[in-house]
């Protein structure tokens, strides 16, 4: 076999193309089947679900944010009475005992594991929910 045999011609790249090209065409005709119906103004209509089951679905995924959040700063407080309880130094400002506390909550298995919870729920949620449940919490 010559090195000339095995250099493939422009010929057969487009045809290896081609055929790459349209098994992909086909995955993607059969992926278009399981998405929902879009519009052609870019709108996705949900042809099962109504806007009360939505609604629902929002207002228990608030309620699930609110017990994480809720939990963490029970978490919070206790390690800041423990903090306050064991800690002390005539260098003691606020910003050292919020910085110790904080050091502490990077450490707790609990506290970490909530956070990721409160971040994953809260990119579920859509985003004017998200600004009405950082409203309800802030008061």
Do not use: C
């Not at 995924?61 to 306050?84: G, S, Y």
């Amino acid at each position: 076999m010559t090195m000339g045999d095995r250099i493939k011609t422009r010929q057969q790249l487009l045809d290896e193309q081609e055929q790459a090209d349209a098994a992909h065409a086909r995955a993607t005709a059969v992926d278009e089947s399981a998405r929902p119906h879009q519009a052609h103004d870019g709108t996705v209509e949900h042809g099962i679900q109504d806007d009360a089951e939505l609604r629902g679905g929002v207002d228990v995924a608030r309620q699930e944010l609110a017990a994480l959040r809720e939990r963490m700063a029970v978490i919070k407080q206790e390690a800041a009475t423990e903090v306050d309880r064991k800690w002390v130094s005539p260098w003691r400002t606020q910003d050292t005992f919020d910085l110790k506390v904080k050091t502490r909550l990077t450490g707790h298995q609990e506290y970490r594991s909530l956070q990721n919870r409160v971040r994953d729920a809260t990119a579920r949620l859509p985003a004017e929910s998200d600004a009405a449940t950082e409203a309800g919490t802030a008061t």
